[in-house]
């Protein structure tokens, strides 16, 4: 069963922490991504990794950073979080960068208060 | 300016009658895509359709790449079918492909 896996579904954090979102995926794709999701503005692309250790910004990759040690697995990292992050969180994969369909997982909901 | 216009923002239908939803780029796109998301969040991809027709289920998309425009047509319209749809497409960006997506189309089908 093909799928993309965020971790955790929902989460609350305080001002300042460190913030954690999970993705992983199960079908030996090559690139994975981040995006955002807000009222208004769709959903907005944060960063890319085409491989392990090989990671690129997106359209809006301040105050984000990505790590990809393993090639099934994708985290995204909030140093200090702030307000204005406070969205929903989706990964997604794809076999290659280029020309091939994109699977989303279910996506994260974070709050920063 | 937005690169991926979808049009209209929001439909309701009664169960039964048809919907088209219009997917207007202005990149080149070497890829694009139709999503369905859930009202309660979920993305899930419906069709991938770089040009032409393709057909899946009660869903037919007609892309014509050189007017950069796409279109996906819902038949016979169930209840089940509302949600907003995306329309996303991959454009060659430097030396790799970002999807970009549309503000999608909000579709509520009536009982």
């Known amino acids: 069963d093909m799928k993309v896996t965020q971790m955790p579904r929902y989460l609350i954090k305080r001002m300042g922490e460190n913030v954690l979102l999970e993705c992983g995926q199960d079908?030996?794709?090559?690139?994975m991504y981040w995006y955002r999701q807000d009222p208004g503005l769709g959903l907005q692309l944060i960063y890319i990794?085409?491989?392990?250790?090989?990671?690129s910004e997106g359209d809006i990759p301040k105050g984000y950073r990505v790590s990809r040690k393993k090639r099934e697995h994708f985290s995204l990292i909030l140093d200090s979080a702030k307000t204005n992050q406070t969205s929903v969180y989706f990964c997604?994969?794809?076999?290659?960068?280029?020309?091939?369909?994109?699977?989303f997982g279910k996506g994260t909901r974070l709050t920063v208060v | 300016g937005q690169q991926v216009q979808q049009s209209p923002a929001s439909l309701v239908l009664q169960e039964g009658e048809n919907a088209e939803l219009q997917c207007n780029f202005s990149?080149?796109?070497?890829?694009l895509q139709w999503f369905y998301q859930s009202p309660g969040g979920s993305l899930v991809s419906l069709l991938s359709?770089?040009?032409g027709t393709k057909h899946t289920g009660r869903l037919t998309s007609t892309t014509v790449t050189k007017e950069r425009r796409s279109s996906l047509h819902i038949s016979s319209s169930q209840t089940t079918d509302s949600g907003t749809y995306l329309c996303?497409?991959?454009?060659?960006?430097?030396?790799?492909?970002?999807?970009?997506f549309g503000a999608g189309t909000r579709l509520a089908v009536c009982p």
């Open positions: 990149s080149t796109a070497t890829q």
């Open positions: 990794s085409y491989d392990v250790d090989s990671n």
């Open positions: 359709n770089p040009s």
């Open positions: 997604a994969s794809s076999l290659h960068r280029a020309n091939t369909e994109v699977f």
């Open positions: 996303a497409i991959d454009k060659l960006s430097g030396s790799f492909n970002k999807l970009t």
């Open positions: 079908m030996s794709h090559e690139t």
